[in-house]
C-alpha cells in the first residue's frame, strides 16, 4: 500500500488516469466525513471557524475504493 498526500491541486494531476479514478471513491467519502467532523467540532465549540482547520487528504492505495481508512484534522 501506497501513502500520498494531497494538499495542492497539483498533486492530484500528477496521478495517471487509471489511479485518479481509483482513488476518486476515496476522495467522496474523506470529504463526506472530513464535513461531517468539522462541523460537529464546531457545533461542539471546539473550532470557531472550521475554514481554520488543516484537512490534508491522506490517500492509502489500498485497493479498497471508498474505503476512508482515518481522518485526520490539524
Known amino acids: 500500500m501506497k501513502e ?3 494538499n495542492e491541486v497539483r ?3 500528477r496521478l ?3 489511479t485518479f479514478q481509483r482513488m476518486l471513491p476515496d476522495l467522496i467519502e474523506w470529504h463526506r466525513l472530513s464535513r461531517k467532523a468539522l ?12 475554514e481554520s482547520v ?9 485497493g479498497n475504493p471508498g474505503n476512508c481508512i482515518a481522518i485526520t484534522l490539524k
Open 4 to 6: 500520498q498526500c494531497f
Open 11 to 13: 498533486d492530484f494531476l
Open 16 to 18: 495517471d488516469e487509471e
Open 39 to 50: 462541523f460537529t467540532l464546531k457545533e461542539m465549540g471546539a473550532v470557531d471557524d472550521v
Open 54 to 62: 488543516k484537512t490534508d487528504f491522506i490517500w492509502v492505495d489500498d
